[in-house]
């Protein structure tokens, strides 16, 4: 196969998806490096699930409870500002990406802010803030391991709970040798680990703010939950005078105790542990006599498109609570990552919120890009008709014209004979000899006019006997 | 407009029905909460065993000892310290229980450095469903002191061991701490190639004293 196109991590996008994807593809390591960790979590999430026999009861649940909270939405988005606030938290609305990047920036200037920690948020990448922070001339110091591999490497996260998943340690271990300028040694993972502890610490306890995403808004108490397994959350929103929280106006939960069903669901779909390591709730600024913790709080609520998601038949998208799962275990993203996929979510979940935030027109392919296996709805911990919610774009898709005039033509030909059933029979009866012809062995390497298929893996050769409703007839006649 | 009230009024255009009345949103908020039983980990027999045994597993990303009353806090340290070769020096959370304690032969300090060796904090209470124990930001507990020693030592009283995570959330009713933190194991990650590494940012190590403060467990153990 001829070499891929070199591309620009920021030259990505939903649009040139093909392209991306042959040179995900392409590349050397990248399929052994999603094995080893997207086959790692595959393994641990299936022993999670067959150790906890209530795992589907309480998908069910988790599903309502996500259904509940997004019906009356409204109600407790005021509880939980209203709760908030009389924490001493201060709560800001942002209509868009830009208007919560905005907001953020400000409250990095007001409190005077030459440098920033960020416990990994894909919100936070959603709205653009690593970018609008570097315009604003603020240091950012990604904590969350993963999130300091790719921001060394200058790449964006491929995966929502292992960004790094496209890095290997070898290449890990010469970002760490260049950038924390001690020798590494790639088969050493935990020195490597180490070797970012020690550089890291002395950044949480330096920044000015700490920014963080949420897992869960609490709307009884006004509290945010972060999870993590590496304590950076509580490190990055402890030291900084200043704690910014991200998060999408999807988060909310009505009470801690709905959020205990919906914690079990996430830590087993995301790793196949029972819990986070750190399960954090935090409610509001210091309080007089706390002996630490951030003299300001801010949460800023944002919309972002989902209040047209409510509106437009994608509100069963809102209860993904982005434990990874489906992205795990597809059949497209394990074999060409997240990068290819050119949004900030790729896998399943992805493909259906990128035409949400970045148009139909511009990520058509998205939708496109699944075989609607249905693997990633039968692991959703919220339920997700997945594969509906990806036809549902297609048709979109297909209704406002955005599909090119050769697939248009393509599927009318299609159509035309599908609907003709001696035409289709007698079409694949004279096909099927000439097939057989680039058959060696049971498989087809190449063949004129299969090129878009025989190109990444081969076709198999139609076997004898003919096609299948000759192959039925004969059956029955016996 | 501003952009709450656009905000808001974009979910309730989008969610069309009318507005529920409170009542009913919380009744019904309620009712996901009842009969809960078959959609999580059954309710331990006795808690205190279960949360034992849970974080006593070889899988568990911590060590677990019991004592018999807070006043073998003290000795229960030293031998844990001189096991693991730390020296004496202590990390000790302010707490009013800890303070009083004897501490004899040790080195006492209240703030973590970045480099701290070891600390002990007095957790509020134990989850024995996920081996979590549930530790308070306040007046007598800094949070720092928590994530930045390598070694983290927390003493849990047994009548304080719930057994599932809904027991937590009843239990912790009312106006929350600043930070409540279920803390479940040493710090880990396993970022680079899937591989677990214990230590990422906070402890690296993790132990857990269970004192034993319940008038029945010590009547067992004193019977013949």
């Given at each position: 196969m001829s070499a891929a196109p070199e591309l620009h991590p920021e030259t990505r996008r939903p649009a040139r998806f093909k392209a991306q994807a042959a040179e995900a593809l392409a590349s050397p390591r990248l399929k052994l490096a999603l094995d080893r960790t997207a086959g790692n979590a595959e393994a641990k999430r299936g022993a999670a699930v067959a150790a906890f026999p209530g795992f589907e009861a309480a998908r069910v649940r988790g599903a309502a409870i996500k259904d509940h909270t997004l019906r009356h939405l409204d109600h407790y988005l005021e509880s939980f500002a209203a709760r908030a606030e009389a924490l001493g938290t201060k709560v800001h609305w942002a209509r868009t990406a830009d208007e919560a990047c905005r907001i953020t920036v400000e409250i990095c200037r007001q409190a005077g802010a030459r440098s920033a920690t960020r416990s990994k948020s894909m919100l936070g990448e959603e709205i653009g803030l690593p970018h609008a922070l570097a315009e604003a001339g603020i240091e950012r110091v990604e904590t969350d391991l993963a999130e300091h591999i790719v921001q060394l490497a200058g790449d964006p996260p491929s995966h929502i709970v292992w960004p790094a998943m496209h890095i290997a340690r070898e290449q890990v271990a010469e970002l760490f040798a260049e950038h924390h300028?001690?020798?590494?040694?790639?088969?050493?993972?935990?020195?490597?680990?180490?070797?970012?502890?020690?550089?890291?610490?002395?950044?949480?306890?330096?920044?000015?703010?700490?920014?963080?995403?949420?897992?869960?808004?609490?709307?009884?108490?006004?509290?945010?939950?972060?999870?993590?397994?590496?304590?950076?959350?509580?490190?990055?929103?402890?030291?900084?005078?200043?704690?910014?929280?991200?998060?999408?106006?999807?988060?909310?939960?009505?009470?801690?105790?709905?959020?205990?069903?919906?914690?079990?669901?996430l830590a087993r779909s995301a790793t196949g542990a029972e819990i986070t390591q750190y399960t954090t709730f935090h409610a509001g600024p210091k309080r007089p006599g706390d002996l630490d913790g951030p003299e300001e709080m801010h949460i800023v609520l944002v919309d972002?498109?989902?209040?047209?998601?409510?509106?437009?038949?994608?509100?069963?998208?809102?209860?993904?609570?982005?434990?990874?799962?489906?992205?795990?275990h597809c059949v497209v993203y394990r074999q060409i990552g997240g990068h290819a996929y050119g949004g900030v979510y790729p896998g399943p979940m992805g493909a259906v919120l990128t035409p949400v935030l970045q148009g139909l027109k511009e990520s058509r392919a998205l939708p496109q890009a699944c075989t609607l296996n249905g693997k990633c709805a039968e692991v959703c911990p919220v339920k997700i008709p997945l594969p509906t919610l990806l036809r549902g774009w297609r048709i979109r898709s297909w209704r406002e014209g955005l599909e090119p005039t050769t697939v248009r033509a393509g599927i009318g030909l299609w159509a035309f004979v599908a609907k003709r059933p001696r035409l289709y029979r007698l079409g694949v009866k004279a096909a099927l000899p000439v097939l057989r012809i680039f058959g060696r062995k049971g498989w087809i390497e190449k063949a004129p006019l299969l090129g878009a298929w025989t190109d990444q893996r081969d076709f198999p050769t139609p076997p004898r006997g003919g096609s299948f409703m000759a192959q039925y007839k004969a059956g029955r006649r016996s | 407009m501003s952009a709450r009230a656009d905000i808001l009024s974009a979910v309730r255009r989008a969610l069309k029905a009318p507005p529920a009345a409170p009542d009913l949103i919380v009744a019904e908020a309620a009712a996901l909460l009842e009969d809960l039983d078959p959609a999580r980990p059954p309710a331990p027999a006795d808690p205190v065993e279960a949360f034992f045994a849970k974080i006593d597993d070889p899988a568990f990303a911590a060590s677990i000892e019991r004592i018999d009353g807070i006043r073998a806090l003290p000795a229960a340290l030293r031998s844990y310290m001189a096991r693991h070769r730390?020296?004496?020096?202590?990390?000790?959370?302010?707490?009013?229980?800890?303070?009083?304690?004897?501490?004899?032969?040790?080195?006492?300090?209240?703030?973590?450095?970045?480099?701290?060796?070891?600390?002990l904090a007095a957790g509020r209470r134990g989850i024995s469903e996920t081996g979590s124990v549930v530790l308070e930001s306040g007046p007598d507990s800094r949070i720092l002191n928590l994530f930045l020693p390598f070694h983290l030592v927390l003493a849990v009283r047994a009548s304080t061991i719930l057994g599932r995570l809904e027991d937590h959330?009843?239990?912790?009713?009312?106006?929350?701490?600043?930070?409540?933190?279920?803390?479940?194991?040493?710090?880990?990650?396993?970022?680079?190639?899937?591989?677990?590494?214990?230590?990422?940012?906070?402890?690296?190590?993790?132990?857990?004293?269970?004192?034993?403060?319940?008038?029945?467990?010590?009547?067992?153990?004193?019977?013949?």
């Open positions: 300028q001690t020798p590494q040694d790639p088969d050493d993972v935990p020195s490597m680990v180490e070797s970012a502890r020690r550089v890291l610490r002395g950044k949480f306890l330096g920044a000015d703010v700490g920014i963080s995403g949420a897992n869960f808004l609490i709307a009884e108490t006004g509290a945010v939950c972060t999870v993590t397994n590496e304590g950076n959350a509580e490190l990055t929103t402890t030291p900084p005078r200043v704690h910014i929280v991200t998060a999408g106006i999807e988060k909310l939960v009505p009470t801690l105790a709905h959020a205990m069903t919906l914690l079990r669901l972002n498109g989902r209040s047209k998601m409510l509106g437009e038949g994608l509100e069963e998208m809102l209860r993904c609570i982005r434990c990874g799962a489906c992205m795990n | 730390l020296g004496f020096r202590l990390c000790l959370q302010p707490q009013e229980e800890l303070r009083a304690l004897s501490w004899a032969g040790f080195d006492l300090h209240h703030e973590a450095a970045p480099d701290e060796a070891v600390a959330a009843e239990a912790s009713a009312g106006l929350p701490p600043r930070n409540a933190i279920l803390m479940t194991g040493a710090s880990g990650t396993s970022d680079i190639e899937g591989s677990y590494v214990r230590g990422a940012h906070g402890p690296r190590f993790l132990h857990v004293i269970l004192i034993e403060d319940r008038p029945q467990g010590r009547l067992e153990e004193v019977r013949p």
